[in-house]
């Protein structure tokens, strides 16, 4: 490395894509508990205050949310979020109470799938 510094890498924020970002932002603020920051009119973040990482949402003009599952032809995910969760069923019950939908397929006992307000979906997981 150059000048014997030693290259330091750090999970800063996570960014999703949609069509009205404080929208999302604030499902998520709602979901998790944390704070809404809007800096920027094009780029809202939630999290806690000087803790990495955190959720960005950024407004695309041309946003189309994905389909859950994968469909051949149609608008792919390109990743998800999962949430590590005490009671999977009183997390589900809060996320829709917040805006989300129980996904129409499920893979497990273990997780719920859920989509968010614009689409994204995302798992709550027991631990």
Partial sequence: ???GKELSIKLQAIVLDCSNAHELA????ELLGWEKYADNPEWISVGIKWE???LLFQEEPGYK???WPDEPDEQQ???HLDFAVSDL???VEHAK???ATVAPVQFSEHWTVMIDPAGHPFCLVQV
């Fill in 1 to 3: 490395m150059d000048g």
């Fill in 26 to 29: 604030d499902f998520y603020a």
């Fill in 97 to 99: 109470k917040c805006g």
């Fill in 65 to 67: 949310p994905p389909v």
């Fill in 77 to 79: 995910k390109s990743m």
């Fill in 52 to 54: 990495t990482p955190f």
């Fill in 89 to 91: 069923e009183a997390a």
